[in-house]
């Protein structure tokens, strides 16, 4: 997995891994990761900026070339922070793509703690609320005929935080945010509503809004200033709904962003985000519009 500061090496083919070996693996990344879990990270002001990706779903070759350029580039970024959702709906022709992108971010975590931040999404809180299925678990059988690699990749992928806010002023989660008025406990503390409103709520003038059989009050425009005053926080950067992909919403306080070939109509998307001064609204977030890094070539017939 490489040492802290080096960019970690991941094997992009596990079905040439064994089971023990891939159980190993995992087990370095629980010891190199933060055993006690925090809802809510506060970053203190800094100089530069954080460029910050949306979903990524298993498309572990943008990914690593999106990390590779910034975190170890000629101008590496001070943070870069993940909105989730790194596992299920692989692209084609990726083998085992949940388990190997979710172990390139633990593994991007371990080298660089104090500027990586990979962030919870629903698909990662598979056993915490009602849920999809769990690739996880299906490409561990696949593999070794047993789901337990994947199950030992799920408890490090729930242990992740739910939110993050800068001093700059934006406040980062995977979908939504704590409606309760006393979000910070709600965040340290949460329960499975507040799994739901965080990882799984979506905009209410989204066509995707009312879809997912979650029943919660959506984000509107109210709600929205109302968590942005009470959190002190101007803009919410979000990822989780493919149909509002690299808008900015109400008023330009709401952007939600994708990184994926998974729905690369919608674009894929990176957002660099000013760590100093203060913002009063997503005019100081850049947008990039990038294209999905090449498929490595396929395995040849055995
Ligand atoms: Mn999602």
Redesign the pocket.
Known sequence: MGEPGAFPVVPHDLASVDEETALLLVERLSDTTTKTPEGLLELPAGEGEAVVLG?THADWPTLEQVAREHLEGATPVRRFILL??YVDRAPEHLPFASLVNALLVLSLRAAYPDRVIALK???EAYRETPSLSCDLLRESDDAWGSPTVGERVLDLLEALPLAVTTESGAYLA??GFPLKKDWKAALRNPTETTILQV??NDVELSPTCGARGIDQTPINEQNLGEFLARSGTSVFLR???PAVVGKSLYHDRLLTLHTTRVYEERGLYLAYLPLSGRMRDLSGVRLRKIEPAPLPPARPFR
């Open positions: 979903d989730g959702d999404g629903n698909h995977h979908a990882c799984w990822g989780h709904d």
